[in-house]
């Protein structure tokens, strides 16, 4: 699939996408990228984060593709079984938080954190690092077998953020390039 044929809806984490996150950037370079707005990011709320997401894939024009990261990865699984079938085409995951991390970010946050181990109802690319400080290898690990996505190594990158040296992140945007191509 062509990024020109497709809606790509960006999926940010708590505090959403800041202007140096690769995310953020990709929306800029990508005509047909667009954020999933949330009314508040500072707090995890299951319900309103699941409603967008489910919301702006329900009025997209063309097929979706999902640019998820962190706590918006959970928001995907979250919404997966909610979303209108087959409009999502696939999902590019990135740095998913564990349950206990979602559980110790605010009191809000523990339905939130009760992730689904079903499998997603698309193809799905799950990118995890070895050193993210937020979920271990081995959590990302069961993430991708729970989801039936597959898992791409990302070595010691952190969290793969801005902070963690990651803003234009031009070997994601390869990684996502090949992702797409391989959904036909």
């Given at each position: 699939?062509?990024?020109?044929?497709?809606?790509?809806?960006?999926?940010?984490?708590?505090?959403?996408?800041?202007?140096?996150?690769?995310q953020t950037r990709w929306e800029e370079k990508l005509s047909t990228g667009a954020r999933v707005e949330?009314?508040?990011?500072?707090?995890?709320a299951l319900s309103p984060w699941r409603e967008r997401l489910v919301e702006r894939v329900a009025g997209a024009t063309r097929p979706v593709v999902?640019?998820?990261?962190?706590?918006?990865?959970?928001?995907?699984?979250?919404?997966?079984?909610?979303?209108?079938?087959?409009?999502?085409?696939?999902?590019?995951?990135?740095?998913?938080?564990?349950?206990?991390?979602?559980?110790?970010?605010?009191?809000?946050?523990?339905?939130?954190?009760?992730?689904?181990?079903?499998?997603?109802?698309?193809?799905?690319?799950?990118?995890?690092?070895?050193?993210?400080?937020?979920?271990?290898?081995?959590?990302?690990?069961?993430?991708?077998?729970?989801?039936?996505?597959?898992?791409?190594?990302?070595?010691?990158?952190?969290?793969?953020?801005?902070?963690?040296?990651?803003?234009?992140?031009?070997?994601?945007?390869?990684?996502?390039?090949?992702?797409?191509?391989?959904?036909?």
């Amino acid at each position: 699939m062509r990024a020109a044929d497709l809606d790509i809806l960006f999926v940010p984490g708590l505090d959403g996408s800041g202007p140096d996150h690769w995310q953020t950037r990709w929306e800029e370079k990508l005509s047909t990228g667009a954020r999933v707005e949330q009314d508040d990011w500072s707090r995890l709320a299951l319900s309103p984060w699941r409603e967008r997401l489910v919301e702006r894939v329900a009025g997209a024009t063309r097929p979706v593709v999902l640019v998820a990261h962190s706590a918006g990865v959970a928001a995907v699984a979250h919404a997966a079984p909610h979303l209108p079938a087959g409009v999502v085409k696939g999902a590019f995951l990135v740095s998913p938080p564990s349950r206990r991390v979602l559980r110790d970010l605010n009191a809000c946050a523990a339905d939130f954190a009760d992730v689904p181990d079903i499998a997603l109802p698309f193809p799905a690319l799950l990118v995890a690092s070895r050193t993210d400080p937020y979920a271990s290898f081995a959590e990302a690990e069961a993430y991708a077998r729970a989801w039936g996505a597959e898992l791409a190594d990302a070595g010691d990158s952190g969290h793969i953020n801005a902070e963690s040296g990651h803003g234009p992140w031009p070997e994601g945007l390869m990684r996502f390039a090949g992702f797409l191509k391989q959904l036909g």
